[in-house]
Nanobody, 120 residues
């Protein structure tokens, strides 16, 4: 009942910036948290950043100081501003939303992913 649509991925040079967006739609009673994960080829999917309903944030050590996660509650949208990008940031980035939907049950929802490539 909840759909996520990511956008903003692309190809940038080392040191460049990207701003990812993820909009949640459907039957949403409340959103507990939103986050971004990434998965490089041959690697596991790992957390990049997350933001709770109260506004607290968590960042992976590898992106601290370069990435900022934010949220627009009115639009049910989460953003990931990425600066000073490095080749190791290359991955498929997935939006994750923990939300209360039909049945008053909290579940995790995932987007299909958006590709980020950082060239040397």
């Amino acid at each position: 009942q909840v759909q996520l649509v990511e956008s903003g991925g692309g190809l940038v040079q080392t040191g460049g910036s990207l701003r990812l967006s993820c909009a949640a739609s459907g039957i949403i009673f409340s959103i507990e948290a939103m986050g971004w994960y990434r998965q490089a080829p041959g690697a596991q999917r790992v957390l990049v950043a997350a933001i709770s309903s109260g506004g607290s944030t968590n960042y992976a050590d590898s992106v601290k100081g370069r990435v900022t996660i934010s949220r627009n509650n009115a639009k049910n949208t989460v953003y990931l501003q990425m600066n000073s990008l490095r080749p190791e940031d290359t991955a498929n980035y997935y939006c994750n939303v923990r939300a209360r939907s039909v049945g008053n049950v909290i579940r995790d929802y995932w987007g299909r992913g958006t590709q980020v490539a950082v060239s040397t």
